[in-house]
């Protein structure tokens, strides 16, 4: 049971480059959700989906975009990379809203 | 703004004690509390969930539910080592278009000392 898989597990990227960080899950939730998180900073959402098709802002969307096609894939889209978006990068799913969140293993991200 | 606090610690406890990890909350209909481990380097861990008033216990974990007073408790029986983490306290709240959306503490760093 792969549960929340996220790739790549590491990144260096240039300033004013693009990637996307993939992430899947086989546990059929709608649920789906993008985190990042900074020493001291805790866990701060960046966007999350309720379902294939419908995605929202969370408290920190600047510079980051996101769609969902399919129930099982919601990558994250990072445009024009800056030094503030170095961090490590967490996808995360739940049955539904409020319910308990499973993790991947994470992205560390830095933008030099 | 709805809000979970803990203390970031450390919290330095010796082998074999009784590690007792807190989490106060803000929105006095919250339903839903979790307690994840968080190992350095690595992505949160699920342990425990409650969901009503008292304690539920799994295997050396205890959480504690205390819904009048706003706060939630992980207690860590026969501490050992490997259980040197950051925990975090995440609670279901309801916000402005009262949708459902899991409320995050800071942690609690855990040192468990040989």
């Known amino acids: 049971n792969a549960g929340v898989t996220q790739t790549p597990k590491f990144r260096i990227l240039k300033i004013g480059q693009s990637m996307t960080l993939q992430c899947t899950q086989d546990m059929n939730h709608n649920y789906m959700y993008w985190y990042r998180q900074d020493p001291g900073m805790g866990l701060k959402l960046i966007y999350y989906s309720v379902g294939a098709g419908i995605t929202d802002k969370g408290e920190v969307p600047n510079g980051y975009n996101v769609s969902r096609s399919t129930t099982e894939d919601f990558p994250l889209r990072l445009e024009l990379a800056a030094p503030s978006q170095t961090s490590v990068y967490f996808c995360?799913?739940?049955?539904?809203?409020?319910?308990?969140?499973?993790f991947g293993q994470g992205t560390r991200l830095t933008v030099v | 703004q709805k809000e979970v606090e803990q203390n970031s610690g450390p919290l330095s406890v010796p082998e074999g004690a009784i590690a007792s990890l807190n989490c106060t909350y803000s929105d006095r209909v919250s339903q839903s509390f979790f307690w994840y481990r968080q190992y350095s380097g690595k992505s949160p861990e699920l342990i425990m969930s409650i969901y009503s008033n008292g304690d539920k216990e799994d295997g050396r974990f205890t959480a504690q539910l205390n819904k009048a007073s706003q706060y939630v408790s992980l207690l860590i029986r026969d501490s050992q080592p490997s259980d040197s983490a950051t925990y975090l306290c995440?609670?279901?709240?309801?916000?402005?278009?009262?949708?459902?959306?899991?409320?995050w503490g800071l942690g609690t760093s855990l040192a468990v000392n040989p």
């Open positions: 995360a799913s739940s049955y539904s809203s409020g319910f308990e969140a499973f």
């Open positions: 995440a609670v279901n709240s309801f916000n402005a278009g009262n949708n459902r959306k899991l409320i």
